[in-house]
């Protein structure tokens, strides 16, 4: 199936256009993994030209050089060191490009790759450009030092850290040489352009020490080897092709959930086969648009976004008929435009992806107003007033009160809450311990104040029967205590009970009390007795009352 071909050029006068460029802002903003491909056409509005266009570098270097080289793809073969002219005109033309490159800025692809990363949305970016303009944007690329941990040894090259990598440059880099001898890596200097410009490769400097440190011990000297920019060229292997390969395997395993291929003609053999390998993994993790019904109606898949899975190609040329079923939109146009659009549909369509956190400046201050603190001063064992009063304490003719003036109370010692842990409690209180006087659970219970014991108020608590009724004519009264409620005396009698009926009747003699009440100036109060919680009598009475029980 061919891609579905959009113009930018169109947006403003075709609708199905726009919503088709919208649908793809709004599936950039929403996916979380991206995976960003790019050519040397992301690279054309910084003033660097790319390499197969009319006016591209080919076309340029046939121009200059038209008895040298057949076609443009010849200088930057690998073969071109074989013969010194054509070596020459490699490092010359060279040189030109790496001025060109030191006086170019970033573009807006460039910053619009570094939002991604911003935006935690990029997984990784992929490029083919030398100029290394994406690390001026804020990626670190695989060729930077930086991206490099130092050496145990102190020498050598450092092993690449590759989650810091957020670029990968898989031509190289131009701002970097390396010996062809030694392979010793050195950033690119002035001099060396110098020397460059001129047809002639600077000598690596360690191997010129080397071999000067050789023949000062009367040795033979070592060979020196010549310096060349680190770029990878056709039929040559990459230096850093198992670190990439590294890369590369543990982006797809990520599963990246978009692709965007910018700037690219998508010629080059090996760009291909990871353009073709990635854009697989994306079509994977496209959602499913089916469900197979169940007994539980729960589909295969897990439900994905619905935005994920696409393939996004943005460049001025159309791909190859190869490519059909592999990219899914081709946008024409340039990447900058295409970059911008989307950047100002994502801000209209989620506005809340762009709100920044804002920070205050300077130190944040807590102060708290403390009153009525006192410190123990040390070594001297006298207190001391903490803090001052906020405010200033007048006496009654208005005068001021010194803080020393006032009276101090000491604080209360903190009262310790039982620690919550069995093993932090105390172990004194065991039945082991022989400081605790009262240790064993019957020691305890023993130990324990009996209601026997005690002398309880039973008139207090409204009990009219008890062991201070039958005290109460031994205690004597106070005088003012005439209207309180007198129980009076109690006197015991002899009852004689017949029991049983018709026959002669039984007579004996029980030791029942008899308790007589002297109401005096209560009349009209009713009585009640009780017996193990149970009302046996319940009388209203007037006067005095005799009752047996």
């Not at 994406?134 to 990626?139: I, M, P, Q, S």
């Not at 001025?316 to 970059?339: A, F, N, S």
């Not at 300077?362 to 603190?373: L, Q």
């Not at 129980?487 to 039984?506: D, F, M, Q, Y």
């Amino acid at each position: 199936m061919p891609p579905v071909t959009l113009d930018l050029n169109k947006s403003a006068s075709d609708v199905l256009t726009r919503r088709t460029l919208s649908s793809l802002s709004l599936a950039v903003a929403k996916c979380k993994k991206i995976v960003v491909v790019t050519g040397a056409g992301i690279s054309c509005s910084c003033g660097i030209p790319d390499f197969r266009s009319t006016d591209g570098l080919y076309s340029l270097v046939k121009q200059q050089y038209p008895d040298v080289v057949l076609k443009g793809r010849d200088l930057f073969d690998a073969s071109l060191f074989r013969d010194s002219t054509s070596s020459a005109v490699f490092y010359t033309f060279i040189s030109q490009l790496k001025q060109s490159i030191d006086s170019a800025s970033p573009s807006s692809t460039h910053r619009f790759i570094k939002t991604l990363d911003q935006k935690q949305k990029l997984l990784r970016s992929y490029t083919q450009n030398i100029d290394g303009l994406e690390e001026k944007a804020g990626l670190l690329g695989s060729s930077s030092q930086q991206a490099r941990s130092s050496p145990s040894n102190g020498k050598g090259k450092g092993k690449l850290r590759i989650k810091d990598v957020r670029n990968v440059q898989l031509h190289g880099d131009i701002h970097r040489v390396r010996c062809t001898f030694c392979s010793a890596e050195m950033p690119c200097t002035e001099e060396h352009l110098r020397q460059f410009e001129s047809g002639i490769p600077p000598p690596c400097p360690e191997c010129t020490d080397r071999s000067e440190a050789r023949v000062a011990r009367s040795a033979r000297p070592l060979k020196v080897g010549t310096l060349r920019p680190t770029i990878v060229l056709y039929d040559e292997p990459h230096p850093l092709g198992d670190d990439i390969g590294c890369i590369q395997s543990s982006d797809l395993t990520r599963k990246p959930d978009m692709l965007i291929i910018m700037g690219t003609s998508l010629k080059v053999h090996g760009f291909k086969k990871l353009v073709k390998e990635f854009s697989k993994t994306v079509h994977d993790s496209a959602p499913s648009s089916f469900s197979t019904p169940s007994l539980s109606s729960t589909p295969i898949k897990s439900k994905a976004k619905q935005h994920a899975g696409k393939v996004i190609f943005v460049n001025k040329t159309p791909p190859g008929t190869e490519w059909d079923g592999i990219i899914d939109y081709h946008v024409v146009g340039e990447t900058d435009k295409w970059c911008d659009k989307v950047l100002e549909d994502w801000k209209k369509m989620r506005p809340m992806d762009w709100e920044v956190q804002k920070t205050l400046d300077g130190e944040m201050k807590v102060v708290k107003e403390i009153t009525n603190t006192i410190s123990m001063a040390k070594g001297k064992g006298k207190l001391e007033a903490g803090a001052k009063r906020k405010k200033d304490i007048f006496n009654e003719d208005h005068s001021i009160i010194s803080p020393s003036a006032l009276p101090r109370t000491r604080p209360r010692p903190a009262t310790l809450s039982a620690p919550t842990s069995p093993s932090k409690r105390r172990l004194s209180g065991n039945h082991y311990s022989t400081d605790c006087e009262h240790n064993s659970p019957t020691k305890k219970r023993d130990a324990r104040p009996s209601l026997a014991k005690e002398n309880i108020d039973f008139e207090g608590r409204g009990l009219l029967f008890g062991d201070s009724t039958n005290n109460a004519r031994n205690v004597p009264l106070p005088e003012d205590r005439g209207d309180e409620f007198d129980l009076g005396e109690v006197n015991l009698k002899a009852t004689s009970v017949s029991v049983g009926g018709g026959g002669r009747p039984k007579s004996r003699t029980s030791k029942l009390p008899e308790v007589v009440l002297d109401l005096g100036s209560r009349p009209n109060t009713r009585l009640q007795v009780r017996k193990n919680s149970r009302v046996l009598r319940s009388a209203s009475v007037k006067g005095s009352l005799s009752a047996a029980s």
